[in-house]
C-alpha cells in the first residue's frame, strides 16, 4: 500500500477549512462602514502584496417591527507586485479590483432569533480591456439564522450564526456552511469561534481592547487576455483567473473614539500562503511564492 504524504493531507485539510470559511467573510457582518489597508510582502522574495478596502452598509428599516432591508456597497483594490522572473507575462497583471454591490433582509423571530438572507452581485478583473465579460461577474447569495443575547440584560452576552453560503466563484454547485459563535464570558473578556475569524480578546479599557486571533484571508478575480504559462517542457497553458487563500495568526489591537467608531491594527504571520493562476477548469498552473511571510492589516470601522 502506498504510504500516505503528510503534505498531501494537510493541503487537503487546509481546502476543505477554506472551503467551510471563505463563504463566511462576505454572508455576514456587524460593520456598518470599513476602510483598511492590507499588506504582505512575499518572503525570501521581492515581490509583495497591497489591498485597499471600503464598504458600507446602510440598514433601512421597513414599516414592520425588527425588519430591516440593507443595501451595501463594496471596493477592493488588490495590486501585486511580481518582481521575481515568471513563466508568463505580467503585463496588466499588477492590478485587480473588486466592485460589489449587495442586498440583505433581515427580521425578529421568536426566543432571541433572527432570520437573514443576502444576495450580491460583483465584478472581478484586472480589467485590461474597456469591456466587462461573463467571467468578470460572479453571484453570491447567503441564507442564515441568528440568536442573538449581546443586548441589555444578558449577563455573558452571545450570539450564534448558522446558514448557507453560495458563490459561483467557488466553482461549486452546492451551497456552503456558514458557523459562528461569539461570547462574553466575563466582563472584559470574550471569544468568537468559527470563520472568518476565531479569536480571544480582552478589554484593556473602555476605549481599547486587544486580542489574539486566526482567520483566513484572500481573493478571487477573473484575467482578461489569458495568460499563457510556459512549462520546462516548451508546452503553453492558458491561466483564466488568479487567486489567493491565507491562513494566519497574530495579533490585533482597537481604539475607540467613539462608541460606534474604532480604529484597529492587526499584526501576524501567515501559515499557509498560496497565490495561484488557473485555468477555467480551476487547475493550478503555477504558484507564485508560498513562503510563510508576516502581515499587517490597518484601518477604521463603524459597527453597530
Not at 78 to 107: C, E, H
Not at 187 to 205: A, C, D, E, H, M
Amino acid at each position: 500500500m502506498k504510504k500516505p504524504n503528510i503534505q498531501s493531507i494537510v493541503n487537503g485539510i487546509i481546502k476543505i477549512l477554506c472551503c467551510f470559511a471563505m463563504p463566511f467573510c462576505y454572508a455576514q457582518t456587524t460593520d456598518l462602514a470599513r476602510i483598511e489597508y492590507t499588506y504582505l510582502p512575499q518572503t525570501n522574495s521581492d515581490n509583495s502584496i497591497n489591498r485597499f478596502r471600503a464598504f458600507i452598509n446602510f440598514p433601512i428599516e421597513l414599516g414592520w417591527d425588527g425588519h430591516y432591508l440593507v443595501p451595501g456597497v463594496e471596493y477592493r483594490n488588490f495590486d501585486l507586485d511580481i518582481k521575481d522572473p515568471v513563466p508568463f507575462d505580467i503585463d496588466q497583471l499588477g492590478k485587480f479590483q473588486l466592485f460589489r454591490a449587495s442586498v440583505g433582509y433581515t427580521f425578529k423571530l421568536k426566543k432571541d432569533w433572527r432570520f437573514a438572507a443576502k444576495l450580491g452581485a460583483e465584478l472581478a478583473s484586472n480589467f485590461s480591456e474597456t469591456k466587462i465579460y461573463n467571467n468578470d461577474i460572479n453571484f453570491t447569495g447567503a441564507v442564515y439564522m441568528i440568536k442573538d443575547k449581546t443586548g441589555d440584560g444578558y449577563e455573558k452576552p452571545s450570539r450564534l450564526i448558522v446558514g448557507l453560503n453560495y458563490s459561483t466563484n467557488a466553482g461549486r454547485p452546492f451551497p456552503l456552511p456558514i458557523l459562528n459563535y461569539f461570547k462574553q464570558f466575563q466582563p472584559k473578556w470574550s471569544y468568537s469561534l468559527g470563520s472568518p475569524k476565531t479569536n480571544i480578546k480582552y478589554q484593556v479599557s473602555d476605549k481599547s481592547a486587544i486580542q489574539a486571533f486566526l482567520t483566513l484571508d484572500g481573493f478571487y478575480s477573473n484575467i482578461q487576455n489569458n495568460r499563457d504559462v510556459f512549462d520546462e517542457d516548451g508546452s503553453t497553458r492558458s491561466a483564466s483567473n488568479i487567486s489567493m487563500t491565507s491562513i494566519l495568526g497574530g495579533l490585533g489591537y482597537e481604539y475607540a473614539f467613539t462608541k460606534h467608531l474604532l480604529y484597529y491594527g492587526y499584526f501576524g504571520h501567515t501559515f499557509y500562503h498560496q497565490i495561484r493562476l488557473r485555468d477555467t477548469d480551476r487547475n493550478t498552473l503555477y504558484r507564485l511564492n508560498e513562503d510563510n511571510t508576516f502581515y499587517l492589516r490597518t484601518g477604521i470601522k463603524f459597527k453597530l
